[in-house]
């Protein structure tokens, strides 16, 4: 069971989220096909910090942005500079 920390609502169980993926940087989009497939299907799989979107379904109704290690699962918040990129 994973215990998000909603900034709206507190921590919550995740069974009150559904899960957006991973807050990555896409290309613009008259990038190359290389470039897309590079985006779209050559991702790195780190075991450490990854940055995730999150929607709070049964909560709040927002889109949160987190921080998640993927070896621990410990949710950490991001800075409001973090969060921006
Ligand atoms: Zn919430």
Redesign the pocket.
């Known amino acids: 069971m994973l215990l998000i920390p909603?900034p709206?609502?507190g921590e919550?169980d995740e069974s009150e989220f559904d899960y957006g993926g991973r807050a990555l940087a896409y290309p613009v989009l008259d990038a190359s096909p290389g470039q897309w497939h590079e985006a779209l299907h050559l991702r790195t799989n780190p075991l450490g910090d990854i940055d995730e979107y999150w929607y709070?379904s049964s909560?709040?109704e927002?889109w949160i942005r987190l921080r998640r290690n993927l070896s621990t699962h410990k949710f950490s918040r991001l800075t409001s500079d973090e969060s921006n990129t």
């Open positions: 909603c709206n609502c919550r709070h909560g709040c927002c």
